[in-house]
């Protein structure tokens, strides 16, 4: 009825003004805001390349002073030292101006980076994955569901308030309670005896990789919740039907139908925990120039460093800290995309399908 | 499975009745003991929710013969071909009265350890479902989940089952392949190995051949009739021409009842029951 009115309508319309130049008018209209559209598209399409260029870049001129400067030490020294800042000697090396004495290593800050993310991976993957195969295959809908609006508000906690929180209660209580008791009992044999020593006052190694797994956790669990639910119902019953344990079928069906993005998930969790800077600057003790000797020690990572070396680097005159701190912003750069590009091929490798998640930086 | 009501099932169907369900809870006490008889369900009543799918089903399923289940769709044929090997326990809302026994002991008793259960009773599905891993992994996997063979001798079962469903020539060469680079009819046949691999006694087969071409039906239907007698087979089909090359006996459900088990031949040209006499004479279902 009313489609034959409008057909109507628009009949008489043509029929009584045939005006063609109102008719060339909407035409360039609508032509205008195609192409509004297709240049909207384009420039939103290439904004993410030209930003992580940019950024690349940017680093890449502040940072090369020092790259020239501090050299292949920079990678495996344990030193750092901005020079004689009080009488502020000003040195020029190979036309780079730098306070008398400044040094740079940073491997306790590189080294800082991987061991807190092992740490948090070590513990969040495994604990990602349960949840997610129980909150999936266990749990009536109703208790998953609330379970579900629990991780996304843990993965929404601001990073200073789980920062907080670790240096307040969580540290002191592990440092009290729980490590003394490991590193008294752990076995002097390589790896393990990582666990013993000093067990430390709750800021260090251990207590910022736990906060990075609470951290990291909510991320991968519910990604590896989704990519399970995705699971169809067949293969998983064909396992059932043959006999197999839930834990065979979840390691042997399940769970390899979505390795990918697990991976995926993983790595996304991951590049946060490369990344986190308040939290484990909040926790970590600030230790800039020794690798922690057992995982209870302080140390810090490159983005804690970075952020809290920051203002005492603006005083170096001559801006070579500050240079400095750029190296280091760029290392965790390449940090970061590595282990991307290392999960795509894995990724690759694992199922020849495309990543599905890919914003691990 | 949804446990809400389904409004388009008759509310009949729900309700027990009486006639012929009776004449089947007659035959049942003694073919519990009949050595001729591997699977017994006495007044099995079962559903979901509020909904009721089988209502007081006396069937008893020859040893080492291919039995065939007919009925009209939402008859029930599938949930008592699932409700063999305990694969509706836990779907939401399950509720059951009644008994099915193997060999004579209930399936449900304490004793019965459900995974070594549903060795013994495997089961192929309407569409084919390979596991993510390789071909020859595929057909181990059950193998090796109950510890029938060491890694070493899992290639040997493979090439054991997959000839003995007429695959291994045409997969000898890639058997760490994807399956799913197989075409259907070759998946279904690579689950059918996988079944087999676990050395089942009963073989549950759900339209098996529903998503395959004819082809590859007639493959499937060649491999069941050579299954028997080693393995008693049940098959639900849609199709009561393939009832009709395959099966030995036939039990014909409507509306969750069963209405008629006989020999094939004599269920199809002379039904016992009028029901029967209609639905295979296509008036209906």
Redesign the interface.
């Known amino acids: 009825m009313s489609f034959s009115t409008q057909v109507a309508g628009a009949a008489g319309e043509t029929g009584s003004s045939p005006s063609p130049r109102r008719l060339a008018a909407r035409a360039r209209a609508a032509l205008r805001r195609a192409e509004v559209f297709r240049w909207l598209g384009g420039a939103s399409a290439l904004i993410p390349v030209l930003a992580l260029g940019f950024i690349l870049v940017v680093l890449l001129v502040e940072a090369f002073p020092a790259i020239r400067i501090n050299g292949l030490h920079f990678f495996y020294k344990s030193v750092w030292n901005e020079g004689a800042s009080y009488n502020a000697q000003i040195v020029r090396t190979g036309g780079v101006e730098h306070l008398s004495g400044a040094y740079y290593g940073a491997l306790p800050e590189i080294a800082g980076t991987l061991l807190t993310s092992l740490i948090a991976l070590i513990i969040a993957v495994p604990v990602s994955i349960g949840a997610a195969l129980v909150i999936v295959e266990r749990l009536p809908r109703r208790v998953a569901s609330v379970i579900g609006v629990f991780l996304e508000l843990l993965a929404g906690i601001p990073s200073v308030i789980v920062g907080l929180w670790g240096a307040l209660t969580f540290g002191p209580f592990i440092a009290h309670h729980i490590t003394p008791v490991i590193a008294r009992n752990m076995p002097d044999v390589p790896v393990l005896s990582y666990f013993r020593g000093a067990p430390g006052n709750g800021e260090g190694l251990l207590t910022s990789g736990l906060v990075l797994s609470i951290m990291i956790i909510p991320i991968v669990a519910s990604t590896t919740r989704d990519l399970v639910r995705q699971v169809p119902i067949?293969?998983r019953?064909?396992?059932?039907?043959?006999?197999?344990?839930d834990a065979?079928c979840a390691r042997?069906?399940t769970l390899?139908?979505v390795?990918a993005g697990i991976v995926g998930a993983v790595v996304l969790g991951l590049g946060r925990a490369l990344g986190e800077t308040m939290a484990v600057a909040m926790t970590c003790g600030v230790q800039l120039t020794a690798v922690p000797g057992n995982i209870y020690t302080t140390m810090t990572t490159i983005a804690a460093t970075i952020f809290q070396y920051l203002d005492t680097a603006f005083l170096d005159g001559t801006g070579f800290a500050v240079r400095t701190v750029a190296e280091l912003a760029l290392v965790l750069m390449v940090i970061t995309l590595a282990v991307n590009i290392a999960a795509r091929w894995l990724v690759r490798k694992v199922s020849g399908t495309a990543l599905p998640v890919g914003r691990g930086v | 499975m949804s446990t809400q009501a389904d409004p388009a099932q008759p509310a009949e169907a729900a309700g027990p009745v009486g006639g012929r369900a009776d004449q089947a809870v007659v035959t049942a006490p003694h073919a519990a003991t009949d050595g001729q008889v591997a699977l017994t369900a006495t007044g099995l009543t079962l559903g979901f929710g509020t909904r009721t799918i089988l209502s007081d089903v006396c069937v008893d399923v020859r040893r080492g013969a291919v039995t065939a289940l007919i009925g009209p769709t939402g008859s029930g044929k599938t949930t008592l071909l699932r409700t063999f090997n305990r694969m509706n326990d836990k779907v939401g809302g399950y509720h059951r009265k009644g008994d099915v026994l193997l060999d004579g002991r209930s399936i449900w008793h304490p004793g019965v350890e459900v995974m070594e259960l549903r060795r013994r009773i495997g089961m192929l599905f309407q569409r084919p479902n390979p596991f993510p891993m390789s071909i020859m992994d595929n057909v181990a996997a059950g193998a090796r989940a109950h510890r029938l063979v060491s890694k070493a001798g899992m290639k040997d079962v493979a090439e054991r089952y997959l000839t003995a469903v007429g695959l291994w020539g045409a997969v000898k060469d890639r058997l760490k392949d994807s399956p799913f680079r197989l075409s259907g009819g070759q998946q279904q046949l690579l689950c059918l190995a996988r079944a087999l691999a676990v050395k089942p006694e009963v073989l549950l087969l759900d339209e098996p051949t529903s998503s395959l071409d004819p082809g590859a039906t007639q493959a499937i239907e060649e491999l069941v009739r050579t299954l028997a007698p080693d393995i008693t087979v049940i098959i639900v089909t849609h199709n009561l021409a393939q009832a009709l090359r395959v099966a030995d006996r036939t039990i014909f459900l409507n509306q969750g009842r069963m209405v008629e088990n006989g020999e094939t031949r004599q269920l199809f040209e002379h039904p016992a029951e009028e029901e029967t006499a209609q639905y295979v004479a296509g008036r209906f279902g």
């Open positions: 067949l293969p019953e064909g396992a059932i039907a043959l006999g197999m344990s065979q042997r069906v390899p139908w390795g």
